[in-house]
């Protein structure tokens, strides 16, 4: 099913670039931009969000889409095109610290998506499309929706990540 791949590929996306980075490497970054650490615990954060509202949600019964006709149509093209739009501002609650540590925020976006997985995993496939949590920019999405923005989201940090580890490595 496309929901549980998009999450099997999440951690490797994210998280095998990572393997042997060493504590400095985690918090450099050019002016004004997020270090790795920090796009770590932005993923994480937003990760553990989704699955605690849909976790919340279990026993609510089926929801009714709330958009506006401008979230529907920038939902298809960013979960249809599949990219997301260079410079977004973060929401405010998915905001990273400004210096997380680094086993921490690996540990909790590992967590969030083994959470997401136990969804998928235990929830029907009616139960999954009938339960929505608003995107701020996209509106109502529902659990395979989520899990498409996830996987776009990762991806899109995930290069993020690796001209990080690029910028550092030119000016060790």
């Known amino acids: 099913m496309k929901v549980q791949r998009q999450l099997s590929r999440l951690e490797p996306m994210v998280l ?17 931009k997020w270090c790795i650490a920090q796009i770590l615990q932005h993923l994480a954060i937003g990760v553990d969000l989704v699955a605690v509202a849909f976790e919340q949600r279990a ?26 739009p260079g410079g977004l501002k973060a929401p405010e609650l998915t905001k990273p610290e400004p210096k997380p540590e680094p086993d921490l925020v690996t540990a909790e976006f590992r967590m ?3 959470n997401l997985k136990g969804l998928a995993d235990n929830w029907p496939r009616d139960r999954q499309v009938s339960l929505y949590v608003r995107h701020p920019l996209l509106g ?9 923005f996830h996987y776009l989201h990762c991806r899109h940090h995930a290069g ?11 000016r060790s």
Do not use: C
């Open 16 to 32: 095998h670039p990572l393997h042997g980075v060493n504590g400095t490497t985690w918090h450099r970054a050019p002016r004004r």
């Open 140 to 148: 109502d999405l529902n659990f395979p929706e989520w899990v498409r």
């Open 112 to 114: 969030g998506v083994q």
């Open 59 to 84: 026993d609510k019964p089926a929801m009714q889409r709330r958009s506006k006709p401008y979230q529907t149509v920038l939902r298809h093209l960013v979960l249809g095109v599949g990219r997301i």
């Open 160 to 170: 993020q990540i690796r001209r990080r580890l690029e910028w550092v490595q030119k």
